[in-house]
């Protein structure tokens, strides 16, 4: 069955670069949408931007200037890069597949930005 | 953006008991071409990522319980819950997909009376 597990730092400083990766198992990311959306502390849920197969990128513009992400086929992993981060940047990153709605969802991963 | 207000935020119902949770979305997610809603309903318990419920506003996903119902067109949806069970208490989320950015309700949360 499709999983996705997310990895990376918990622990980012003030104005550094918040990096993720999604290891998808089950899938091929070849065909398919990637998302990652992210969740505050006590908070709802905010969409962050998605990646196709064939790695075109749409963005939430309030993250546009701040936000990369990436395919690695090889691996089976996509990845996310946000830089110059605060402390409003503080959540759980969830990584998942999506067909416009959010099929699959990683089990999510806190990210606390704090120096 | 496209708000998508969710009302109540919070809903205490008795075991058995139906439970309505309305989403309001500031514009229509409704596509004429392929006469679909882009509205999706997810279940998130404490500690563990969103589940998918329904989407096209209607559609129950694989393995959701057939108590979960979606409802409504354009700006105006609802899910029900036909007989709530212990195991429902969680928070929900609608989610329109319509429009970039994806946005999402604030949430409701359902408890047991």
């Known amino acids: 069955q499709v999983q996705l597990q997310e990895s990376g730092p918990g622990l980012v400083k003030p104005s550094e670069t918040l990096s993720l990766t999604c290891t998808v198992s089950?899938?091929?990311?070849?065909?398919?949408?990637w998302t990652w959306i992210r969740q505050p502390p006590g908070k709802g849920l905010e969409w962050i931007g998605y990646i196709s197969y064939s790695g075109s990128t749409n963005y939430n513009p309030s993250l546009k200037s701040r936000v990369t992400l990436s395919l690695d086929t090889s691996k089976n992993q996509f990845s996310l890069k946000l830089n110059s981060v605060t402390a409003a940047d503080t959540a759980v990153y969830y990584c998942?597949?999506?067909?416009?709605?959010?099929?699959?969802w990683g089990q999510g991963t806190p990210v606390t930005v704090s120096s | 953006d496209i708000v998508m207000t969710q009302s109540p935020d919070s809903l205490a119902v008795s075991l058995g008991e139906r439970a309505t949770i309305n989403c309001k979305s500031s514009?229509?997610?409704?596509?004429?071409?392929?006469?679909?809603?882009?509205l999706a309903w997810y279940q998130q318990k404490p500690g563990q990522p969103p589940k998918l419920l329904i989407y096209w506003a209607s559609t129950r996903e694989s393995g959701v319980p057939d108590r979960f119902s979606g409802s409504g067109s354009g700006t105006d949806f609802n899910l029900t819950i036909s007989s709530v069970q212990a195991e429902d208490v969680a928070v929900y989320y609608c989610?329109?997909?319509?429009?970039?950015?994806?946005?999402f309700g604030q949430g409701t949360k359902v408890e047991i009376k």
């Open positions: 989610h329109q997909y319509h429009s970039i950015p994806w946005t």
């Open positions: 998942a597949k999506n067909e416009g709605f959010i099929d699959y």
């Open positions: 089950g899938v091929s990311i070849s065909n398919n949408y």
């Open positions: 514009q229509s997610v409704f596509y004429s071409s392929n006469n679909k809603n882009y």
